[in-house]
């Protein structure tokens, strides 16, 4: 039996994965992977995703440059989650140019965004980029 085969994936064959910073322990950012996005990701030492919004497999940096190197890989105790613990290479693992997806905290009864925008994203990605 292959240790993907202990991987509980759902009815559309993902399985939620969590990114988190190898030194501060900060989640990045969330998204789902397919099998063939965990075995990549294993093999390949760097993080891949399956892309709901675009159905496709995505390696994470492929447009940006902003590869996740993959330190470990980890299955929480039902076998239905994922982290993924990474270096993310330039800093940077949200679209917004920022270190985490999770920027926005709630404050009160608005969402307060808290962390700068360390890059623009037109500067990552090239104008008309929509992620």
């Known amino acids: 039996m292959s ?4 991987i509980k994936f759902d009815a559309a064959g993902l399985v939620p994965v969590i ?5 501060t ?8 992977a397919n099998r063939e996005a965990v075995a990549l990701s294993a093999e390949k030492s760097t993080a891949h995703y399956w ?4 159905q496709k497999l995505w390696h994470k940096g492929e447009e940006s440059g902003h590869f996740q190197r993959i330190k470990e890989i980890r299955l929480d105790c039902d076998g239905d989650v994922l982290i993924y613990v990474i270096e993310q290479e330039g800093g940077i693992a949200c ?3 920022r270190e985490s997806c999770f920027f926005r905290k709630l404050s009160g009864d608005t ?5 700068p925008v360390l890059k623009d994203p037109n500067a ?3 104008h008309g980029h929509s992620h």
Do not use: K
């Open 3 to 6: 240790w993907l085969d202990e």
């Open 19 to 23: 990114a988190q910073d190898e030194h």
């Open 25 to 32: 322990g900060r989640v990045l950012m969330f998204a789902y």
């Open 51 to 54: 892309t709901r919004s675009r």
């Open 95 to 97: 679209h917004t140019g």
């Open 111 to 115: 969402w307060e965004t808290v962390d």
């Open 124 to 126: 990552i990605y090239g």
